[in-house]
């Protein structure tokens, strides 16, 4: 078993609180990414959703998973659990800053995420307080004008990790 931080960094233009829809908190919002086998080292060829939202049972065991999924290559079963409680917003301090911050965290047994597709449903909240929402990651930067307080904002430079939690 080993705790996985999906970190983010990203350079936030009149913007600040970026979080997934619905929050840090293991809220519905589905993230995907590829996982890489803990036995054999195979990477999987097609991205994986996980959501907070649906778990399903584990083989051969009285818990539950929100993602279960068989190495084509070995034929291991592993699983992801989703931790609430691990996540923050993106601040624009951090931005300022140039920090990683976690955003979710992913209890992996037998396999483990490896690589993050950005995708849509993102919020985040411009200076002035006007609310940003489902926000579309997926080309790797967002601009929009916030009208209340008269000036661009935008997400560019977008980098994500997964380092083991502490």
Same mark, same amino acid.
């Given at each position: 078993?080993v !705790?996985?931080?999906l ?7 009149n913007?600040?609180?970026?979080i997934?829809?619905g929050?840090s ?5 589905w993230?995907? /990414? &590829?996982?890489?086998?803990?036995s054999? @080292? ?8 996980v959501?907070?939202?649906?778990q399903l ?8 998973a929100?993602?279960?999924q &068989? ?13 609430d409680?691990r996540?923050k917003?993106?601040?624009?301090? *951090?931005?300022?800053a140039?920090?990683?911050?976690p955003?979710?965290? /992913? ?10 597709? !950005? ?9 002035? @307080? ?5 926000i579309?990651?997926?080309?790797g930067?967002?601009?929009e004008y916030?009208e &209340? ?7 560019t *430079?977008?980098?994500?990790?997964f380092?083991v939690?502490?």
């Amino acid at each position: 078993m080993v !705790l996985l931080l999906l970190q983010i960094k990203a350079d936030l233009e009149n913007l600040t609180n970026l979080i997934p829809r619905g929050g840090s908190d293991g809220s519905p919002f589905w993230y995907f /990414f &590829k996982v890489k086998c803990g036995s054999c @080292g195979e990477m999987s060829d097609k991205f994986s959703a996980v959501t907070a939202t649906e778990q399903l049972q584990m083989p051969r065991s009285r818990g539950v998973a929100h993602l279960v999924q &068989k190495c084509k290559f070995c034929g291991r079963e592993g699983c992801i659990i989703m931790v609430d409680g691990r996540g923050k917003p993106y601040t624009i301090e *951090d931005s300022e800053a140039g920090r990683f911050v976690p955003v979710m965290c /992913f209890d992996c047994r037998g396999i483990e995420p490896v690589e993050f597709s !950005l995708r849509d449903g993102w919020s985040a909240e411009g200076v002035s @307080g006007s609310k940003f929402a489902d926000i579309d990651l997926s080309e790797g930067e967002f601009a929009e004008y916030d009208e &209340k307080a008269s000036c661009p904002v935008g997400i560019t *430079d977008i980098e994500h990790k997964f380092v083991v939690a502490q």
